[in-house]
């Protein structure tokens, strides 16, 4: 893995690319108790089609799409 220090907030990144074409970044936190992970994709905008090993398929063109069963929660001003 290739390591990027970020000096001005002392903490280290690690990334590396899967033979699949996914990079993959570590930010070490050894200070925390817990562990999280998080996925995040360059899908979007533009994107209105993709491909998962088969024939090409449409994607959502509209929006911001809820999940099933969330709560649509609004910031009240005041």
Do not use: W
């Amino acid at each position: 893995m290739k390591q990027t220090f970020y000096e001005r907030i002392g903490e280290s990144v690690y990334r590396e690319v899967l033979p699949n074409g996914l990079q993959v970044c570590v930010v070490p936190k050894p200070e925390h108790a817990k562990k999280y992970a998080f996925f995040a994709t360059r899908y979007g905008g533009m994107d209105t089609r993709f491909c998962s090993g088969g024939p090409m398929m449409a994607g959502h063109t509209g929006g911001h799409r809820p999940l099933p069963g969330a709560q649509d929660v609004r910031h009240q001003g005041g």
